[in-house]
C-alpha cells in the first residue's frame, strides 16, 4: 500500500485541510451559510452529508487500519481510537470554537503535544496514513456539527449567571435567560449554554433587557441607539463622578463606531459584590467580563481625595496617621482580594495622576474591551507538525 510504505519511509503527506478530500463546492457554500445563519436544517444537512462521505470511505479506511493493527477491525474500534483522543486532547467541559478549524485545530495541538511527550499513541502511527486522516478530520468536523451549540459556547462560572449593578438604591440585573419565580429572579435552567449571544455584550443586554429588581420587571430596548440613550441619560447621570462621567462618553462613542456593536462587552458601571442586595461590601467602578477572550478586568477611578483621605488631619499624630492609612489601604486590598477570589476579576486603579488624562484612562479600558481570541496555529501547520514527527 503506497501511503502505508510512505509513512514507514517517514515521508511527510500534506493534505489541504480546507478541503479534506472531496468535499464538494456545494457543501462548502452551506457551511459557511450555516456558520452566519446558525439554522438548525441546515446543521442536519451537513451533519447527513459528512455521514455519506464517510460511509463512502469506509472500507478502504478500515483496511489500512488493520494492516496498521495486524488484524481485521470493526469501525466501532477506529471510531472509538478517534474518540478517545479527542476526549484527551480537548477540553470538552470548559472548551469554546467558533468554527470547525478552531475545533479541529484544538484536537490537532492536543495530539502534537501529547506525542511530543513520548507517549505511545495509536493514533499517531494511523495519523501517517492520508486516508485515515482524511477520515479522522472529516469525522471531527461531523463532531462539531453535530453539537454545534455546545461547541460554540462556553458556560460561565455559576455566580456570573446573575450580574447586578448601579448604585445603592437604583441598580439593575442582567441575568442570561431571566425569569421570575416567587419574587426571586433567576436563570431558566439548561438555557445558559443555549442562548445565541456572547455573555456580558451589548447584544446580551439587548436580547434579554435589563432586570428591575425594584418593580420586578424587564426593562426592554427596542435597538441599540435606545440602549445608549440610557446608558448615557440613566447610568450616566446616577454616577456622582466627574471622572466615571466621562468614561461613559468615552465608551458610548467606542459603542457607535465599532463595526460590530452587538459583539462589544458591556462596560458595567457599578458592578456589585453581593448582587442584589441592597446593602453590599463593595462596588467596582467599571468592569469588562470579556466573553471572548475570558478575561475579567475590574477599574477603580481613585483619586487621594475619596479613597485615602483621613479626617481630623491637624489634631493627629504621625502615628495616628499612619495608622489610619494602614486602615484605609487595608480595605482597599481586601476589596481587590475578595473580588479576584469570587469572580476572578483583576483591578485596575487609576490614581491622580492618571486622572489628569481621562482618555488615556479610557484608551486602557478599550484595550481589554477591544481583546479577541488569539489565531491559533492553523490546521495545515499543525497536521504538517504532526506528521513530520519521527
Sequence with gaps: ????????????????????????????????????????????RIENEITDELNKRLSGVLEDYAEIKGHVSSFQSLHGTISLNK???????????????????DWLSGLKDSIESGRP???QKIFKIQRIREYVLLFLERDFYRHYKVRTKDKPQENLWSIWFGSETLFWGLL?????IEDNWENKPGRIRKVEFGYWTIGHVLKTGLVDPENNTIYKFR??????????????RVSNSIYEKQIFAFYVDYIRKSQNPLLEPLLI????????????????????????????????????STHMAISGIKSKTQTELNKDLALKWGREMQKRNEYF????????????????????????????????????QSVDELIQDIISIK
Design 1 to 44: 500500500m503506497g501511503d502505508l510504505a510512505n509513512a514507514k519511509n517517514g515521508l511527510n503527506i500534506f493534505l489541504n485541510p480546507l478541503y479534506y478530500g472531496k468535499i464538494n463546492d456545494n457543501l462548502k457554500k452551506q457551511i459557511v451559510k450555516v456558520e452566519t445563519t446558525k439554522d438548525s436544517a441546515y446543521f442536519e
Design 87 to 105: 476526549a484527551s486532547s480537548l477540553d470538552m467541559v470548559h472548551g469554546k470554537w467558533a468554527t470547525h478549524d478552531d475545533y479541529i485545530a
Design 121 to 123: 499513541s495509536m493514533m
Design 176 to 180: 442570561i435567560s431571566p425569569r421570575l
Design 223 to 236: 435597538d441599540l441607539n435606545d440602549f445608549l440613550i440610557f446608558y448615557e441619560s440613566i447610568l450616566k
Design 269 to 304: 458601571p457599578e458592578f456589585r459584590y453581593e448582587g442584589i442586595k441592597q446593602k453590599h461590601k463593595y462596588r467596582l467602578d467599571f468592569t469588562i467580563l470579556n466573553c471572548h477572550t475570558g478575561e475579567r478586568i475590574g477599574f477603580e477611578l481613585s483619586p487621594q
Design 341 to 376: 477570589q469570587q469572580y476572578g476579576i483583576t483591578i485596575m486603579t487609576f490614581t491622580d495622576d492618571n486622572l489628569i488624562d481621562m482618555k488615556n484612562c479610557f484608551k486602557a479600558m478599550e484595550y481589554y474591551l477591544s481583546k479577541r481570541k488569539a489565531d491559533r
